[in-house]
């Protein structure tokens, strides 16, 4: 079983739609939590960062972390034809483990105008 | 511009054959670390480095190397390539502390092992 579940789509919403996507987890030592998207052909940069349990926005964007159900989402509201990415998960330990970072599959998302 | 380079930024070889993907960053960035990304398997980590002369294993380390000389540069080396390495690599690079997840990635390695 892998550390990082998460949905790979494809994902495809009309435009204005608001878009869930989720992320599950096993390792209980994780302590922060990433979201990054990434276009085609690009690598993938830092979108959202949370820090245990919580809600956080930026914007459009939301992130929530679940710790005690081992669950992660990123909400986008009125989504928008540039949002159509790949959006990773990613999670990492404290301590020791703090340099180890671990990622989600990735879901693929289209916008569609 | 602050960035993370990486090259060469295609690479087709042969099976046995050594390489090194060189990676470097100019923003005087602690942390660096090395990715492959496969399709369905999302970003694996290979390698990463805390610090120049600290480097520790990711979750896929088996048939890499790595070495933290200085502190702008990540090589990343193959010894005896095979075409399950066959993937795109990633390098990244940030500060520690509570900035450490904003990592900036470089813009690729397609490689191909024939």
């Known amino acids: 079983q892998k550390e990082v579940e998460q949905d790979p789509g494809p994902l495809s919403v009309p435009e204005g739609a608001i878009v869930s996507l989720n992320c599950t987890y096993s390792?209980?030592?994780?302590?922060?939590f990433m979201w990054y998207r990434q276009y085609s052909r690009k690598g993938p940069e830092l979108l959202m960062y949370?820090?245990?349990?919580g809600n956080k926005e930026d914007g459009r964007f939301t992130a929530q972390v679940d710790k005690s159900s081992k669950y992660i989402s990123l909400f986008i509201r009125d989504s928008q034809p540039s949002d159509s990415a790949t959006y990773l998960c990613?999670?990492?330990?404290?301590?020791?483990?703090?340099?180890?970072?671990?990622f989600g599959q990735g879901t693929i998302l289209t916008v569609h105008p | 511009e602050a960035q993370v380079t990486q090259n060469p930024r295609y690479l087709i070889t042969v099976t046995g054959k050594k390489l090194t993907v060189t990676c470097s960053q100019n923003?005087?960035?602690?942390?660096m670390s090395w990715y492959r990304q496969d399709p369905g398997l999302g970003l694996r980590q290979i390698y990463y480095?805390?610090?120049?002369?600290?480097?520790d294993k990711g979750d896929v380390p088996e048939g890499y190397k790595v070495s933290r000389k200085e502190k702008r540069n990540f090589p990343l080396i193959l010894e005896s390539p095979s075409p399950n390495q066959t993937s795109l690599y990633f390098c990244?690079?940030?500060?520690?502390?509570?900035?450490?997840?904003?990592?900036?990635f470089g813009p690729g390695t397609r490689l191909t092992v024939l």
């Open positions: 480095s805390m610090n120049v002369e600290v480097t």
């Open positions: 390792n209980s030592a994780f302590q922060y």
């Open positions: 923003m005087n960035h602690e942390y």
């Open positions: 990244a690079s940030s500060n520690l502390g509570l900035a450490a997840d904003t990592q900036y």
């Open positions: 949370t820090y245990s349990s």
């Open positions: 990613a999670m990492r330990g404290g301590g020791t483990s703090y340099g180890k970072l671990t």
